[in-house]
């Protein structure tokens, strides 16, 4: 059973709205979550992560919200950019955590049409 | 710097033949991982390592063994393979404990196994 899932997976935006991104977890464990972003061919980047401690993180376009109540967290893009078209994962840690590992949803695939 | 490195990009493998997978860092990282990605399963741990001298099994790590000797390398191997071993596989690594940020993957290797 998928204990990080990502329901939708795929997305179709217009550049300049905002495209959002949702996560859901099962794992009570679980206290850092972590957006990732891969383009075809090539590994998955890092793009923003939140902790358990907070409901919000904000890194210039990207927003991560988080709801512990609900198990769920959504990544925010405004303004959607064609660049940003790529197959988003959202991932999330446990505590304790012998080896930083992280445990990965199934991924979204974003579009941003021009 | 060259990051995380992996070697082949490609390999197409018969049922029962052995190979491995080649992963390197140049970052100094104590914490190295493998993941394979599988269509509309994110990307799950195979196994990990919290330093050279020592490993740990992931979420899926039959058929697979791997071994750390340096902090720079991790390679993984595939003893007998099989078609379900067909997938792409990232190595990853990180600075020891969480909240620290992100895990540097590599570009992957895709690998089919007929």
């Known amino acids: 059973d998928q204990q990080v899932k990502q329901n939708s997976p795929s997305l179709s935006v217009q550049e300049g709205r905002i495209s959002i991104l949702n996560c859901d977890y099962t794992?009570?464990?679980?206290?850092?979550f972590l957006w990732y972003k891969k383009y075809p061919a090539e590994g998955p980047t890092f793009l923003i992560s939140?902790?358990?401690?907070?409901d919000k993180n904000e890194d210039g376009r990207f927003t991560v919200f988080l709801n512990k109540s609900a198990k769920h967290l959504s990544l925010h893009i405004v303004p959607s950019q064609p660049g940003d078209s790529a197959v988003y994962f959202c991932a999330a840690s446990a505590h304790p955590n012998a080896g930083n590992m992280l445990t990965f949803g199934g991924g979204t695939r974003l579009m941003v049409k021009p | 710097n060259a990051g995380v490195t992996q070697t082949p990009k490609f390999q197409v493998l018969k049922t029962g033949q052995s190979m491995t997978l080649q992963c390197a860092q140049d970052m100094n990282h104590e914490y190295m991982s493998w993941y394979r990605q599988d269509p509309g399963m994110g990307l799950r741990l195979i196994h990990y390592s919290v330093g050279a001298g020592i490993t740990d099994q992931g979420e899926v790590p039959n058929g697979y063994n791997v071994s750390r000797s340096t902090t720079e390398d991790f390679p993984l191997r595939l003893l007998s393979a099989a078609p379900s071993q067909t997938s792409v596989y990232f190595c990853?690594?990180?600075?020891?404990?969480?909240?620290?940020?992100?895990?540097?993957f590599g570009p992957g290797t895709r690998l089919t196994v007929l």
């Open positions: 990853a690594s990180s600075y020891s404990g969480r909240g620290q940020g992100e895990q540097f």
């Open positions: 794992n009570s464990m679980f206290d850092y």
């Open positions: 939140i902790s358990s401690i907070k």
